[in-house]
T-cell receptor, first 114, second 112 residues
Framework: DSGVTQTPKHLITATGQRVTLRCSPRSGDLSVYWYQQSLDQGLQFLIQYYNGEERAKGNILERFSAQQFPDLHSELNLSSLELGDSALYFC?????????????FGPGTRLLVL | GEDVEQSLFLSVREGDSSVINCTYTDSSSTYLYWYKQEPGAGLQLLTYIFSNMDMKQDQRLTVLLNKKDKHLSLRIADTQTGDSAIYFCAEYGSSNTGKLIFGQGTTLQVKP
């Protein structure tokens, strides 16, 4: 158990819908990262937040957005869902933002768009 | 650019050693990581190596780093069926953030 929690574990929805994925980082960690794992793209970095502020952006679509709240939990919002958004979405956390800080991953949310 | 390459599949017999290879492109990476993903599960950090090291040993795991060739390997001694999983190597992206760049993952199949 990494200490990072994600809800829900599974999500099934229809095209055009909007969903929210939730992540609680390890106690004491200020950075939260979101990654998408799909069959065709592999594991891709989406976005990073540090202490409530956006720190880095990766291959995140405009239809997707995220935020980190004062209690440090984070939410990833996916809207106008398409079939290709079906994937496993991971959240990770680390203490800060330096490269030597290990990222600990949650169990992921498996999203299926029908 | 930032790219991490791994072979996709490795099959070994129980008790043999497994060697999973990875090449990376960003020579400025300070840390390189190995993660393990079991079926239906999240990513578990296995080990990491700092870029000024050539080798790191952790029980059955040995990580070798060749900085000149930008080559990283993970050796698992006495491979067990419970080691069957997907193994990802990862480096940090060149920008000064925590963005991890992952390889495609190597599926390790351990036959009894």
């Amino acid at each position: 158990d990494s200490g990072v929690t994600q809800t829900p574990k599974h999500l099934i929805t229809a095209t055009g819908q909007r969903v929210t994925l939730r992540c609680s980082p390890r106690s004491g960690d200020l950075s939260v990262y979101w990654y998408q794992q799909s069959l065709d793209q592999g594991l891709q970095f989406l976005i990073q937040y540090y202490n409530g502020e956006e720190r880095a952006k990766g291959n995140i679509l405009e239809r997707f957005s995220a935020q980190q709240f004062p209690d440090l939990h984070s939410e990833l919002n996916l809207s106008s869902l398409e079939l290709g958004d079906s994937a496993l979405y991971f959240c990770a956390s680390s203490v800060g933002t330096r490269q030597q800080e290990t990222q600990y991953f949650g169990p992921g949310t498996r999203l299926l768009v029908l | 650019g930032e790219d991490v390459e791994q072979s996709l599949f490795l099959s070994v017999r129980e008790g043999d050693s497994s060697v999973i290879n990875c090449t990376y492109t960003d020579s400025s990476s300070t840390y390189l990581y190995w993660y393990k993903q079991e079926p239906g599960a999240g990513l578990q950090l296995l080990t990491y190596i700092f870029s000024n090291m050539d080798m790191k040993q952790d029980q059955r795991l040995t990580v070798l780093l060749n900085k000149k060739d930008k080559h990283l390997s993970l050796r698992i001694a006495d491979t067990q069926t419970g080691d069957s999983a997907i193994y990802f190597c990862a480096e940090y992206g060149s920008s000064n953030t925590g963005k991890l760049i992952f390889g495609q993952g190597t599926t390790l199949q351990v036959k009894p």
